[in-house]
């Protein structure tokens, strides 16, 4: 658990370890075995993009991913950094490609060039759309399951989280987070997305093999 202050007020933060979650798994199954009995009335639940899309099935295996010419050439190009490849990974980019069309991948490589020149960043996941920017996976290092199989970004989290609350009267929110940052994919409507973004800018969760894809989060003073 570690704490947070926001604007005069503390936050815990308290990472949630499952087991390793496979499409086979269900999220109703999940809250009931992990989250319910870790939380109290009035804290808000984070998931992790990873195991939606994975619940969702949002997935591409290796094997079905045939990298051509172009995914390998632009490639070479895409920023990397020491928290992943990103669509310099020559599978994701062929994913991106396949997503978005190639005509669109060039359009928004060339952007993304011309607004280097001039500082800005982050053009060519703009351009591109179709949930680029939330292609995970095609990497072994921390589980070797993800070696082989691509993850695309979830769908309808704004509904998925509003259907959880319903059910179960927890807020809940779907984050892309890693350590260079973070975005809300989905929220239920009593939750502020600046404060989101600012309570897990840290990434509490981890970027290794903590295997702690949940935070539950829990205003100190309501203890």
């Known amino acids: 658990m570690t704490i947070i202050e926001i604007d005069g007020r503390s936050w815990e933060r308290h990472p949630i370890?499952?087991?390793?979650?496979?499409?086979?798994?269900?999220?109703?199954?999940?809250?009931?075995?992990y989250i319910l009995p870790a939380s109290k009335p009035?804290?808000?639940?984070?998931?992790g993009q990873k195991i939606i899309s994975i619940l969702q099935n949002k997935i591409v295996y290796r094997k079905d991913v045939k990298v051509g010419f172009w995914a390998r050439c632009?490639?070479?190009?895409?920023?990397k950094t020491p928290h992943g490849f990103s669509v310099g990974?020559?599978?994701?980019?062929?994913?991106?490609?396949?997503?978005?069309?190639?005509?669109?991948i060039?359009?928004?490589?060339?952007?993304?060039?011309?607004?280097?020149?001039f500082g800005v960043s982050g053009?060519?996941?703009?351009?591109?759309?179709?949930?680029?920017?939330?292609?995970?996976?095609?990497?072994?290092?921390?589980?070797?399951?993800?070696a082989d199989m691509g993850i695309l970004g979830p769908e309808?989290?704004?509904?998925?989280?509003?259907?959880?609350?319903e059910k179960y009267g927890l807020s809940f929110f779907v984050a892309d987070v890693n350590d260079l940052g973070g975005n809300v994919l989905g929220k239920t409507p009593d939750l502020e997305e600046e404060f989101l973004i600012k309570v897990?800018?840290?990434?509490?969760?981890?970027?290794?093999?903590?295997?702690?894809?949940?935070?539950?989060?829990r205003n100190e003073s309501a203890k």
């Open 74 to 79: 632009l490639s070479k190009f895409a920023k």
């Open 89 to 104: 990974n020559p599978l994701k980019m062929q994913v991106a490609i396949d997503l978005a069309g190639l005509p669109r």
């Open 17 to 33: 370890k499952t087991h390793f979650i496979t499409p086979e798994d269900k999220l109703e199954d999940i809250v009931q075995k």
């Open 123 to 146: 053009v060519f996941y703009i351009v591109a759309g179709n949930q680029i920017n939330q292609i995970d996976g095609f990497y072994g290092q921390a589980f070797p399951q993800y």
């Open 156 to 165: 309808n989290c704004d509904k998925l989280c509003a259907d959880l609350k």
């Open 200 to 217: 897990l800018k840290d990434n509490p969760a981890g970027q290794s093999d903590e295997q702690t894809p949940i935070v539950i989060i």
């Open 106 to 117: 060039f359009l928004a490589g060339l952007c993304s060039f011309v607004c280097k020149l």
């Open 42 to 47: 009035g804290d808000v639940v984070a998931l």
